[in-house]
């Protein structure tokens, strides 16, 4: 998906972010995100957000200081601004 945006399947990158088995495969979800981010529906703005919040608050994997950490803030900027 990486390679070929018109593939993107945002509910299971998502998934990818939300229940991913290693920090790698994380990563690269959230790198498909962030591509994904201009041609998502509303809902799946949402959908977003809810994940990277539960994803970078305390029980979350993403931690401060860390590539996904840069990457998860700038999709949590990129979707607020594409919703105004």
Not at 30 to 59: D, F, K, N, W, Y
Request: proline share 5%.
């Amino acid at each position: 998906m990486e390679g070929e945006p018109a593939l993107i399947d945002v509910a299971c990158v998502l998934d990818a972010v939300g229940a991913s088995r290693s920090a790698f495969e994380q990563y690269h979800a959230l790198l498909v995100t962030e591509i994904a981010v201009p041609a998502m529906t509303p809902g799946e703005r949402e959908a977003t957000l809810r994940v990277i919040e539960a994803q970078t608050g305390p029980r979350g994997r993403i931690r401060e200081g860390t590539g996904r950490r840069r990457v998860a803030e700038r999709i949590r900027t990129a979707v607020t601004e594409v919703a105004r």
